[in-house]
């Protein structure tokens, strides 16, 4: 492979790979035109097996175009292949760590902790003004950088815009950061509020969620007993990971107002200025992104992507068929009695039911992923491979257990369209 890529306007050397997943990789790259350094995530098309991977890589590409606020990297060119297709996006490099580099080298102070969750609650409201909003969905320690401007939510590889009245029910994200209407394939904005609690108890308490002991009662993570912080911060990261909506705390600039005077203190003023320069005027916004949620009921559209025959799918991808399940309805959670000692909670977590789900005679695609290939994934209680892994299963609900070095991530996922899930452990 080359070590340059062209664009149509410059011409980027690659210095050095930063990773490399099933589809693509990213690169570290340096322009020949201003000798600027940036990343170039690059789709590799001969490695794309299905269309849910090309369509998350447009989406991805539309929203970097439509979104500018300092704690996001820029778009600044892409790379086109065959067709005129999109194959690379060219963005802004970010010297920094991620929050999973900081996990792993120390603990944090209360100070730190602070100021990456309201710099992150600043991106998150600046998502949801967004007309529709925009909805992340995969908001973990190793998408959320911090260098010395701020914090910065990278990999907008599993966006989707949160279009009302959609009914399409596809589950992304990360094992462990999941909310459970995101499992159940209908994330909203709320979900990113609960996936940034659990990236900073995880960052706090530096361990993975999938390590936490969860209430089947109530679907709620202890999130008190993981933590050793004052009860106020510990109150706003608990409300955060509710698993009910109607007990979240969903609304990010509630939880900057929580923050009070320290939270508003936190953001520093140079970028607050950029906050509040970039935000463009939401009338605009209206008619630039209602424009995308039309055309035949689509929630995404990318009109600079010429129609294209299917991708062939890789040889080395292994493909098995994977019946579904009849799984009873979950069962009617038991009403948490109210707690003796935080009389902060003003009332029990109060879960709705799932209802069932229909099972159908068609069948879509479920990936599973992990950080580290060679995870054995078993659906439904029967083993059919290890990771990286595509199987065909029937449409409707299914039980996903990934285990790896002995560690065990189980989640339930409902399945109506070819959809993949990235396990962190």
């Known amino acids: 492979m ?3 890529r062209r664009s149509a306007s410059d011409l980027y050397d690659i210095e050095r790979e930063l990773g490399r997943g099933g589809m693509g990789c990213t690169y570290v790259v340096r322009a020949r035109s201003n000798h600027q350094r940036y990343v170039l995530k690059e789709l590799l098309i001969e490695q794309v097996d299905n269309w849910k991977s090309l369509e998350l890589f447009e989406r991805e590409l539309a929203a970097l175009r439509a979104l500018e606020h ?18 690379g996006l060219v963005q802004e490099l970010i010297e920094g760590e991620t929050v999973q580099q900081m996990m792993e080298a120390g603990p944090l102070g209360l100070d730190q902790l602070e100021r990456i969750l309201a710099e992150c609650l600043e991106i998150l409201a600046y998502l949801r003004s967004r007309v529709p909003p925009v909805v992340h969905r995969d908001i973990t320690p190793r998408n959320v950088m911090v260098d010395r401007v701020g914090a910065h939510l ?3 590889g599993s966006v989707k815009w949160a279009v009302s009245g959609s009914t399409a029910l596809t589950s992304v994200g ?3 950061y999941m909310a459970p209407e995101q499992m159940m394939g209908r994330p909203q904005p709320a979900s990113d509020m609960y996936a940034l609690g659990m990236t900073l108890v995880a960052l706090a308490s530096r361990r993975d969620p999938a390590e936490f002991q969860v209430d089947d009662a109530t679907g709620r993570v202890d999130v008190r007993r993981q933590l050793e912080l004052p009860d106020w911060f510990e109150e706003i990261l608990e409300r955060m990971t509710a698993p009910g909506l109607a007990e979240r705390l969903s609304d990010p600039r509630e939880a900057l107002r929580l923050l009070g005077e320290r939270g508003s203190a936190l953001v520093p003023v140079g970028r607050a200025a950029e906050v509040a320069k970039v935000a463009p005027n939401r009338a605009v916004a209206v008619v630039s992104l209602a424009l995308i949620a039309v055309a035949a009921g689509a929630v995404f559209v990318l009109s600079s992507a010429p129609d294209a025959p299917p991708p062939v799918p890789a040889a080395s991808t292994p493909m098995v068929d994977v019946p579904a399940v009849a799984e009873p309805a979950l069962p009617t959670p038991v009403p948490v009695p109210t707690p003796v000692v935080p009389a902060k909670v003003a009332k029990p977590v109060e879960v709705v039911p799932a ?3 229909p099972l159908s005679e068609d069948f879509a695609v479920l990936g599973v992923e992990s950080q580290v290939p060679g995870a054995v994934v078993s659906i439904d209680g029967k083993v059919v491979g290890v990771t990286p892994l595509d199987a065909r299963v029937q449409q409707g609900a299914h039980r996903v257990v990934v285990e790896q070095d002995g560690k065990v991530t189980a989640m339930p996922v409902v399945v109506w369209e070819d959809l993949r899930l990235s396990v962190g452990f």
Do not use: N, Y
């Open 174 to 176: 990360t094992f462990g």
């Open 70 to 87: 300092p704690g996001i990297p820029k778009l600044v060119d892409v790379i086109e292949g065959e067709e005129g297709r999109v194959t």
């Open 355 to 357: 209802e069932p789900v």
């Open 2 to 4: 080359a070590d340059e």
């Open 154 to 156: 990278i990999d907008f």
